[in-house]
């Protein structure tokens, strides 16, 4: 769910985990989207992202933990019920690309090119391979 926060999915992740968290208490959900809040803000203005959302996931995988074992067996079936479907929710939006202002989000392949003795390029974090290619095409050999 950490990684919807900024997604076009983000508003219903957000609902969905607070009414989860909430239990039909509007004070509960209240404070809960609260504090998903928090989180989506510290999330956009910090530079180590990835470190911040270690440190969110874990936030929330104790919180959902502890709320789920709080709960009696018919109230956790209920519960194990919607955090499936929240589950389903988060993986929908899993393979959508985003960035940092001023960044470059690419959820497939990203050409940056320059022209005409430019230069183009970008910062990236990669998960998964990258190949790189020359962007010069090969020099003739000279004929002397």
Do not use: C
């Not at 508003?11 to 989180?39: C, P, Y």
């Not at 990835?50 to 959902?64: G, H």
């Not at 993986?91 to 050409?111: C, F, K």
């Amino acid at each position: 769910m950490v990684q919807a926060a900024g997604t076009d999915a983000w508003l219903s992740v957000r609902q969905a985990i607070a009414r989860l968290l909430g239990r039909n208490d509007a004070v509960q959900e209240t404070a809960e989207l609260t504090r998903l809040d928090q989180m989506q803000a510290a999330l956009t203005s910090v530079e180590e992202v990835a470190s911040q959302r270690e440190r969110w996931e874990a936030i929330w995988q104790t919180r959902l933990e502890m709320s789920l074992e709080a709960l009696d067996a018919q109230a956790r079936t209920i519960a194990a019920t919607q955090l499936a479907e929240l589950v389903a929710l988060v993986q929908s939006v899993g393979g959508q690309a985003s960035a940092l202002p001023g960044g470059v989000a690419a959820g497939r392949d990203l050409q940056i090119s320059a022209e005409g003795g430019s230069v183009a390029g970008a910062i990236v974090r990669v998960e998964g391979g990258v190949n790189l290619t020359s962007p010069f095409a090969p020099k003739e050999r000279l004929q002397g």
